[in-house]
């Protein structure tokens, strides 16, 4: 049977941003081939296969993401074992504005400040 299903990257442990990529990776520790991988966002099922790739990332793939690993035994599939994945929490944080208002302002201020220096220094 199929045992200790696990996600990676996971847990993630910096801010992720929209635009980032990002791809899940499910595996098993245990279980007989063939396995079976379903991806589940919030408890839907959204994927199948052992990689999610969820590209560039928005704040509408926020949510929490299990893997469900699945195999059978014997020939005639009478007994069907499962895995749950720990949950992973995904979190994207859209930028603030102060960080777009720290990137527009940075380059004109230290322009300025270079400036002022400038002009003092050559009234010296």
Known sequence: PVANAT????????????GDPVTLRCSVQVGSAPVTFTWLRDGQNV???PLLDLGNV???H???YQCVA????GQDGHRVFRALSPEL????TPWGHWDTVAAGVSG????LVLLVGVTVAWHR
């Open 89 to 92: 929490a995904l979190e994207v």
């Open 47 to 49: 994927s199948q296969g």
């Open 108 to 111: 004109p201020l230290l322009f």
């Open 58 to 60: 928005s704040v509408e």
């Open 7 to 18: 996600i990676t990257p996971g847990p993630l442990s910096h801010p992720v941003r929209p």
């Open 70 to 73: 699945t195999n059978q035994l």
């Open 62 to 64: 926020s949510g929490t």
